[in-house]
């Protein structure tokens, strides 16, 4: 399993932007699927964005998020993005990165059993 690690989160009001990070290490994750969920307070945790390995070109969205996040991948930081622009106060949740089972598929994968690795999750609030 990949450690992983996020960053980025915070306090922003509506219309603002946030860049989360997910450093890896223990796997490159180039090789992997990579993909960012969501839990707000007394909900369960939701899809948000996810990209194939580097043998694709796919990302997936949640509708929620369509047209104002954006996945992305520096394979020589190891790290993914998500770039939130537009937030709204329906964005508020701790957000988590995770790292799929599968590697070399080009898939993208959209549920939590098809990963296995993740992160400690980091909080964004977004005030209206």
């Known amino acids: 399993q990949a450690q992983l690690v996020e960053s980025g989160g915070g306090l922003v009001q509506a219309g603002g932007s946030l860049r989360l990070s997910c450093a890896a290490s223990g796997r490159t994750i180039s090789q992997y699927g990579m993909g960012w969920f969501r839990q707000a307070p007394g909900k369960e945790r939701e899809f948000v964005a996810a990209m194939t390995d580097w043998s694709g070109s796919s990302t997936a969205y949640a509708d929620s998020v369509k047209g104002r996040f954006t996945i992305s991948r520096d394979n020589a930081r190891n790290t993914v993005y998500l770039q939130m622009n537009s937030l709204k106060p329906e964005d508020t949740a701790v957000y988590y990165c995770?790292?799929?089972?599968?590697?070399?598929?080009?898939?993208?994968?959209?549920?939590?059993?098809?990963?296995?690795?993740w992160g400690q999750g980091t909080q964004v609030t977004v005030s209206s």
């Open positions: 995770a790292a799929s089972i599968a590697k070399y598929t080009s898939r993208v994968y959209y549920t939590e059993r098809e990963y296995d690795s």
